[in-house]
């Protein structure tokens, strides 16, 4: 049992190396809430997946900071925590706001393992010492400026390359990439770009031999992606439509999706993206780890859950340069053949700088006690 002392929240900004662009929109900075807790024990650090624009998520940072203070923060803050479940516990009354309850999930969970010194690769049943990685490439102005990009990437080591698609600039995109690449590992993102009238244009696709097509239709559908998946042979893969562990029996149960993107955020934290790693293992579908283009707090995060066993196919957990200049915290590193370490140390294994950290602060704020 620890008690939650103060609970404070950073908005922080980074420049990304490149523009970053998707079938939603374009992003040139990664803007983000951090929080910091302060318990009896330690201190934790999260980080919020929510984006400045509710677009991929109906979350966004100012909708997250708010309900952060005014509902979340205070349903925790002086009161006794018995745990991380115990807190998930504590924030169940608040439907929704995924991301916003999961900040507060990692960093409780940082806290705790800080001060019983465990990982947290460790605490969420981690079987491997390294992930895979993968990386995602934003829609290229050209398709000679996306075949430079690829080249890259592939020479710097991933081992995964996953091209943003949308209607107009999908089939000769990939035919480009294929026909210069024929055995690697390719897949594609729409960002529910597409609706089941496209099915004669997605079908195009199936002669690529794509790992995977994520998420080709609407958000928060389930029934025309089982629809879809029977009248094409590239596997879906659900990122947007999966909210929970639930969500994802029923993607399966109903046939719709044949692989899992999990992203804790997305699911309202650590834990329940391990119950959905569950799930979906229980069942014999592959998952992996999922990116919200993370600073090194997240990434860490993403590093120990893309260890557990059923995450076999490799993630978007790429290196911290793939996004920054200088991040927040010492930077991830892949190796040249594509594979990162997961960290090992007490908790999340990484602190932020305190130089950087206040080199890319917008504001913060300390969540106030419920009178
Ligand atoms: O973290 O490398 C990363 C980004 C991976 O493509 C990526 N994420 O739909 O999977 C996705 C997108 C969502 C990002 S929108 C901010
Ligand atoms: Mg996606």
């Known amino acids: 049992m620890t008690t939650v002392r103060a609970i404070e929240l950073r908005l922080i900004s980074l420049p990304l190396v490149r523009p970053f662009r998707t079938s939603m929109g374009i992003d040139r900075e990664k803007e983000c809430v951090l929080v910091r807790v302060e318990t009896d024990d330690a201190e934790g650090w ?18 997250a900071w708010a309900v952060l203070r005014d509902h979340l923060g205070p349903s925790l803050l002086a009161a006794d925590v018995p745990d991380a479940e115990g807190a998930e516990r504590k924030m169940a009354w ?10 507060l999930v990692m960093a409780l969970l940082d806290a705790e393992l800080k001060a019983s010194g465990a990982s947290l690769a460790s605490r969420l049943g981690a079987e491997r010492d390294r992930v895979q990685c993968g990386v995602s490439v934003g829609i290229a102005d050209t398709t000679e400026e996306l075949l430079d990009q690829v080249e890259g990437y592939l020479h710097e080591g991933y081992r995964r390359i996953k091209l943003k698609i949308e209607p107009g600039i999908d089939v000769d995109r990939v ?41 080709p239709l609407s958000h928060d559908d389930l029934y025309e992606h089982s629809l879809l998946s029977t009248k094409i042979e590239t596997p879906v893969c659900l990122d947007e439509s999966i909210r929970s562990s639930a969500d994802a029996r029923a993607a399966i149960e109903l046939g719709a999706c044949r692989i899992v993107n999990i992203k804790q955020g997305r699911v309202g934290g650590l834990l329940e993206a391990v119950r959905t790693h569950d799930v979906c293992r229980e069942r014999g579908v592959p998952v992996w780890c999922g990116g919200m283009l993370e600073t090194g707090i997240g990434r860490a995060a993403n590093l120990a ?23 927040i915290t010492e930077p991830f590193v892949m190796a040249s053949d594509g594979t990162m370490p997961v960290p090992r140390g007490p908790g999340l294994g990484v602190e932020p700088l305190p130089d950087r950290l206040s080199a890319s602060t917008l504001r913060t704020e300390g969540v106030a006690r419920k009178e």
């Not at 608040?94 to 900040?103: E, L, N, T």
């Open 175 to 215: 035919s480009a990439v294929r026909e210069r690449w024929p055995e690697i590992a390719l897949s594609v993102d729409a960002n529910a770009a597409y609706s089941l009238e496209d099915v004669d244009r997605l079908r195009e696709l199936d002669r690529f031999g794509l790992l995977m097509i994520e998420q």
């Open 94 to 103: 608040v439907r929704g706001h995924r991301m916003a309850k999961a900040v």
């Open 305 to 327: 859950l893309a260890a557990l066993p059923g995450f076999t196919l490799p993630g978007d957990t790429s290196s911290s340069k793939r996004y920054f200049e200088e991040d």
């Open 46 to 63: 999260g980080e919020c997946v929510a984006s400045p624009d509710p677009s991929y998520s109906d979350e966004f940072n100012q909708g």
